[in-house]
């Protein structure tokens, strides 16, 4: 019952959580002896005795009476207005069957008769009942998953609660691709609040309620942002409305484009950056080519794959990017592997939220098995296990986190520390932990190699935008 006093929300859809503004450390009983929250009455055991003719395999019954210490007008909205509430548990050890059952006490001075409130009522016994079923069948339960363990849920929840609130309705509204646009809209907003309250505690002179839209990122030491295989762009503009200068690139146009293509300019490239040039748009069709596996196409194969139609033709991204840039992979698929190397060589953070297996040839392949033999073995553990290893190959100390939202792919990994030496490929005795282009290609080749990565790659040119 404490639990659901601190977490209403396990029985409210309505409520991310409750803020616990004061707890009393203990209440008074009658003899002045302190106890935690409460007080219990204790009776003495009944002896049991075996009488004549009569069965001693008889339902055994619990009660448990809860009588909150507040009046009806002092009772939260989510909670019952009754005066007390009783679990009643009952065994029948010949059938080996029990039942459980929720009993409320109303209080005397406050009319429920009302159809409004008997089943306001009984739908909170239901949820009650479904709750207390749930945890009583969960004696053995080990949890896999933990949340929260980056960012703490009150920060992530106020974060989101924000951006949702202004501009979830608008986004829903004017949503121009065929997907479904909750699933995305509130799928980015959530993994924007994240992103917002992560980098808030990466960059220590940074604040992020003192940037606006205007301020150009000026509010602190965040050096920028790129998402890799934007899609439909929404993350990369929400961003952009929070004043958070970066862009995305992918190899398909999207319809969204045209309406998410404002916000902060990209932050140029050292060495291409001029006063004079216009802002590159924040939204840009290329198509990203390592510089360092460029060799392996023939020049012939180069003109083949940027010459995708007669009235388009994709730019090659190199895939570095300035130093300290923020690198994102949101269900970037094809490019989910190469995340950690691309960030390795460029010495950026990331995040990559993985989605479809994809190896390093750009061919769909079933990873091999979790290394940790307690995970599950679902193609999408194999495939996070996967990308962590190529990650830690590269020599990141990899974070995870399980994001809260609506996605069953909800799984981020996180590079923003080097292992130094703990490189587990040879780097060349450097022992700085940094990576080069050898080291790079050292780690694609112990993971299959680019082979067929040409034949991948025009096949994706010529089709159709996927559903991201």
């Not at 709750?131 to 009583?136: A, E, S």
Request: hydrophobic share 35%; glycine share 8%; net charge negative.
């Amino acid at each position: 019952m404490m639990n659901l006093v601190l977490n209403p929300n396990l029985n409210s859809t309505w409520l991310f959580r409750a803020d616990v503004l004061y707890d009393s450390d203990s209440v008074k009983d009658d003899d002045g002896e302190g106890n935690q929250n409460g007080h219990a009455d204790s009776t003495p055991t009944i002896i049991t005795h075996d009488v004549h003719g009569m069965n001693r395999y008889r339902t055994l019954s619990s009660l448990i009476i809860y009588f909150p210490h507040a009046s009806h007008q002092d009772i939260p909205y989510y909670h019952p207005k009754v005066r007390g509430i009783a679990h009643l548990h009952q065994w029948n050890p010949s059938t080996q069957t029990g039942t459980i059952s929720i009993h409320f006490l109303p209080f005397p001075d406050l009319g429920q008769d009302t159809p409004e409130e008997a089943l306001k009522l009984s739908r909170t016994a239901y949820h009650l009942l479904e709750t207390i079923n749930k945890h009583g069948h969960a004696q053995n339960y080990v949890k896999r998953v933990h949340h929260d363990v980056v960012v703490p849920r009150r920060r992530f929840q106020d974060r989101y609660a924000l951006l949702k609130s202004k501009y979830a309705r608008s986004l829903v509204e004017t949503w121009a691709e065929k997907t479904d646009p909750t699933k995305h809209v509130f799928e980015d907003l959530g993994i924007a609040a994240f992103l917002i309250e992560l980098w808030a505690g990466m960059y220590p002179s940074f604040d992020p309620d003192s940037i606006t839209p205007t301020s150009g990122g000026q509010g602190g030491e965040f050096p920028g942002f790129v998402d890799m295989a934007c899609g439909n762009g929404l993350l990369v503009y929400i961003l952009n409305q929070e004043g958070f200068p970066g862009w995305g690139f992918d190899v398909r146009r999207r319809k969204s484009w045209a309406q998410y293509s404002v916000g902060p300019p990209p932050p140029p490239s050292p060495s291409s950056a001029r006063a004079s040039a216009p802002s590159p748009p924040p939204l840009q069709e290329r198509l990203l080519l390592p510089d360092f596996i460029l060799s392996s196409f023939s020049p012939d194969q180069q003109q083949q794959i940027l010459s995708a139609g007669p009235d388009r033709a994709l730019s090659l991204h190199g895939g570095s990017f300035p130093k300290g840039t923020f690198i994102i992979s949101n269900h970037g698929d094809e490019l989910t592997p190469w995340t950690p190397i691309l960030a390795g060589l460029s010495q950026c953070p990331f995040i990559v939220i993985p989605c479809c297996s994809h190896n390093f040839a750009g061919e769909r392949f079933r990873a091999p098995p979790p290394r940790d033999k307690s995970k599950p073995k679902s193609a999408y553990a194999s495939l996070v296990d996967w990308v962590a290893h190529v990650a830690e190959d590269c020599g990141w100390d990899v974070e995870t986190e399980m994001l809260r939202i609506p996605s069953t792919r909800n799984t981020c990994m996180l590079g923003r520390r080097r292992g130094g030496t703990a490189c587990r490929v040879e780097n060349n005795g450097s022992g700085n932990g940094e990576m080069d282009e050898a080291m790079a290609m050292a780690v694609v080749e112990k993971y299959g190699g680019v082979k067929g990565y040409f034949e991948a790659v025009s096949k994706l040119v010529k089709s159709e935008a996927r559903g991201h």
